[in-house]
């Protein structure tokens, strides 16, 4: 089980991306929503998205959920 986050604040193409709470590419602490504990990225991003509908997952930690 790994710990995701969530990006407060949207990229240029107006994701909010989740990450593993390891991955060197996380938001500065203060723009980081705690999603919880999950066996894989997909259920990450599936909470994801009930709160932001462009979710996504980090190219670097959750290639797997990585769309755009």
């Known amino acids: ?6 990006n407060k604040n949207p990229q240029k193409n107006n994701d909010h991306e ?16 705690e999603l919880g ?8 991003l ?3 998205k009930i709160i932001d509908k462009n979710a996504d997952g980090c190219l670097f930690c ?3 959920c990585h769309s755009s």
């Open 18 to 33: 989740i990450h593993k709470s390891s991955c060197n590419h996380l938001p500065k602490e203060e723009n980081q929503y």
């Open 62 to 64: 959750s290639p797997n």
């Open 37 to 44: 504990l999950f066996a894989d990225c997909h259920k990450a």
């Open 46 to 48: 599936e909470k994801a």
């Open 1 to 6: 089980m790994d710990k995701y986050i969530m």
